[in-house]
């Protein structure tokens, strides 16, 4: 047998191994099925904004209680042990390899993008064991980032297909709703008469100026003479 193949199988199977010793001890009446989360690919933001939003993502998706979730430190730790480098990981056939070294029966992975004002999110998830697509959510959001925070919460319970808590759907109802915007205060009545009044005086001033000085243009009447 080649020995950098055995190697490998070996390395496989410990990591499969540790993940198992890992993860929690459940009753066969409370089995659930494992799954992990791939980094998001960032399309219009950064990688690391991108990484921030999927761990909100993740956060919510083991809220959900509907499948054992991997931490991102445990999935880390063991794709750097195989080399495996998870960035421009998009495609099913990756994202089953990923889950097969992981030692899980589904993947989720997915993007984040800005065009505009808008932010757009799409997510998928995979049978590891068959590479086939189970569930696609879409979702696109316009408004300030708080809201895009509260679109990733909702969506991770719709992949799960699952409804979403009253509490997100509120707060998505909310941030949905225009602002009002500020506008400035009409002015008092009768506020701006002073203006009127002072253009006028300004004015007033301005015209006996000049009758002064046409005056002064103007020569004076010689005194009469008086007789002696």
Known sequence: MNRSIF???????????ILQ????????????ETMAV??????????????????R?????????????????QM????????????GCTSAECAAEVGALLGVQHMISGSFGKLGNSYTIDAKMFSVETGQTE??????????IDGLLTEIEILAWELM???????????QAYASQPQPVATAAPAEKGGGGWILWAV????????????????EDEPLPTPPTLPE
């Open 76 to 87: 880390n730790e063991i794709l750097d042990e195989q080399g495996f480098q998870q960035s």
């Open 200 to 215: 006028v005086g300004v004015a007033a001033a301005g015209g006996a100026a000049y009758f002064l000085m046409e005056q």
């Open 21 to 32: 010793i890992s993860l929690p001890v459940i009753s066969p009446a409370q089995d659930q």
């Open 7 to 17: 190697h490998r199988g070996m390395r496989l199977f410990l990591s499969a191994l």
């Open 38 to 55: 791939l980094d998001f690919e960032g399309r219009g933001i950064s990688q690391l904004e991108a990484q921030t939003l999927t761990d």
């Open 161 to 171: 297909s699952l409804n979403p808590p009253e509490e997100l759907l509120a707060r």
């Open 135 to 144: 569930k696609t959510v879409s979702a696109t959001y316009k408004g300030e």
């Open 57 to 73: 993502l993740t956060s919510e998706l083991a809220k959900t209680n509907a499948m054992i979730m991997v931490e991102r430190n």
